[in-house]
């Protein structure tokens, strides 16, 4: 039986778990204080600190950071949007069942519309279509806990990949410059494209990060092969 291999290499799971305890951390302990401060709007009686999500989201943030899903834009903009469209799915539609399946297939709709599809926003569009019909949860929920949940988690995700190593938002490495005339780097990236259109799949990869492996790849072994020419 075939395993995969840890993300991130010997020690990235290493640093996945640590920026994970980290940034969860900075979101209770930021979310707790605003909620016991008393400021106008932060009163939510009987919410928790923490949502269910954001462990999901901190393990695409640290764990994953070049991941299309686990950039800033998703992480906030996924999880607001998908958490106002279970609120409202709750709200209007009594049957929970019924609210938590239009929220969730809306909010998937709605964040691939506005790029910035997350899978723990799936998450929150359940989680909040139910508490919105079983427990009454009012849109204050986006402004406790959720909002201070996910803006410490992005910065605390900005700050730990920077210190870490990893740079987030990611960018893509520029691809290697290869010599003319030889085999290596033939294809054209409208022929990646092509083939990209082809399988129809979306994939957890940026289009630029696969042609810079590709191009980095065909040098390796062009260097390989003229290593052994010599």
Known sequence: MAFLPAAGGRLGWARGALG???????????????????????????????????????????????????????????????AAVGLAAGHWIAAPWLAASLGVGCAIALMAMARCLHPPGGACALLCALGAGANGWGWSFLLMPLAPNVLALAASGWLYNRLTGHPWPHHPAPPPVLPRDTWAGTYDIADLDA????????????????????????????ARWESARQ
Do not use: C, H, K, Y
């Not at 083939?195 to 062009?222: G, K």
């Open 20 to 82: 994970a305890l980290i940034g969860i951390a900075v979101a209770g302990v930021l979310t707790r204080f605003l909620a016991q401060a008393g400021l106008p709007g932060m009163a939510s009686p009987g919410l928790p600190w923490l949502v269910a999500p954001l462990g999901a989201a901190a393990v695409l943030v640290f764990a994953v950071p070049a991941s299309p899903l686990a950039q800033p834009w998703p992480v906030i903009g996924g999880n607001l949007i998908s």
């Open 195 to 222: 083939v990209l259109a082809d399988w129809d799949e979306v994939l957890d990869i940026d289009r630029e990060d696969l042609d810079a492996l590709f191009r980095a790849l065909e040098r390796r072994v062009q």
